[in-house]
């Protein structure tokens, strides 16, 4: 295996005091989802720690409908949250579904000083630039400071996604008979609560009505293909399944940036455990970048990127059936997913893996 020792993991972040037990909400703060009790109708619910969940069906038909009415809705939450006069529901009997049905999905990539400078160091498809008799030691801090150039003077990165890859915090994750390195990316998310155009900087925290995780998974080796000139396809990162997404959504006045930790485990083993500190461009920078490009609409849903700690990191340990993946961030619940293999019913790939050499 390739010397890492080098690499130095950054501080973890300090912690909140509070964290409730049953849904990783801290003390003082709600979350926003989306859930069905047995076999029931879906409905949007406000979840409190110690797990009661109390519904929001009078007033909204689904959570597009509350970050559509984002100022009004959050007072409502609020409102529920304080009184707690309905009906409540027990998180750990309902069905947890994405926080969001059909959000256009905003995917930063490249934005994690430490992962960047990773990637660039060890992945074969940038060793051309490593100079005669350079150690990976030297290339990666000559790396970090042409990222440290790029937060400077570059702008962000990222890529539009399916919400058809969406599933609940707890979801199975099948493995796609096509690509053979699935991966994990545990990511900090934000969802918008408003429009603009040309938004600045330091006007964008006003587009972010709440935070959400995200696992990010994909087929890494499904990423860059010879046939066609531009040579990167990222359509393999929305398998079905390859987003969980939630288990709820918090708002923003509820989470303090600089103590949120994100932390994975398969199989009981941390692979990321890493602070949002280290990100390249903060959501602001982001969502202002995008403002230049895209339309905005409340329920959009902004991916940060992933920290390090992939398998390629972890000797190509890649995702496999019966494996399980734990997931939390800070404030924003946890995740478990349990992998499995895709059932086809006997159907196989017509175009098969990307073709790599041609």
């Known amino acids: 295996m390739t010397d890492h020792s080098f690499l130095k993991p950054l501080p ?21 989802g989306t859930f069905r009790d047995g076999d029931g109708s879906a409905f949007p619910g406000v979840v409190l720690p110690g797990g009661g969940v ?19 809705a959050s007072n409502l939450a609020n409102d529920v949250a304080a009184h707690q006069d309905r009906h409540a529901h027990d998180y750990r009997a309902l069905t947890i579904l994405p926080v969001l049905a059909h959000p256009n999905m905003l995917c930063a990539g490249s934005n994690y000083r430490q992962h960047v400078a990773e990637m660039m160091t060890f992945n074969k498809f940038n060793q051309d630039k490593r100079l005669a008799d350079e150690s990976d030691e030297q290339f990666f801090a000559r790396n970090l400071r042409e990222i440290d150039r790029r937060a400077r003077e570059g702008m962000p990165y990222f890529w539009t996604g399916l919400h058809s890859s969406l599933c609940g915090a707890n979801e199975d994750v099948p493995l796609p008979l096509v690509g053979e390195h699935p991966d994990w990316e545990l990511e900090f998310g934000a969802i918008v609560g408003k429009t603009g155009r040309y938004v600045r900087p330091d006007e964008a925290g006003d587009l972010i009505a709440a935070y959400v995780m995200v696992n990010d998974i994909g087929t890494v080796d499904e990423f860059r293909r010879a046939d066609v000139r531009f040579m990167y396809d990222w359509v393999s990162k929305h398998q079905p399944n390859f987003k969980p997404f939630g288990p709820f959504a918090v708002p923003k006045e509820f989470v303090d ?23 390249i461009f903060q959501p602001e920078q982001i969502l202002s970048y995008a403002s230049e490009r895209i339309r905005l609409v409340p329920g959009d849903l902004l991916i940060t990127g992933s920290p390090p700690g992939n398998g390629a990191m972890w000797g190509n340990a890649w995702l496999k059936p019966g494996d399980v993946m734990e997931s939390e961030i800070t404030y924003l619940g946890r995740q478990t997913n349990r992998i499995v293999a895709e059932e086809t019913g006997g159907r196989t790939p017509t175009y098969g893996p990307f073709i790599t050499e041609w």
């Open 12 to 32: 973890a972040a300090p912690q909140p005091d509070g964290v409730d037990d049953v849904t990783g909400l801290v003390s003082g703060t709600f979350g926003i």
């Open 54 to 72: 109390y519904s929001l069906a009078e007033e909204y038909r689904d959570t597009h409908a509350v970050f559509e009415d984002w100022a009004r």
């Open 257 to 279: 940036r600089n103590k949120v930790q994100i932390r994975l485990k398969v199989n009981g083993e941390i692979r990321q455990d890493w602070p949002i500190s280290d990100m």
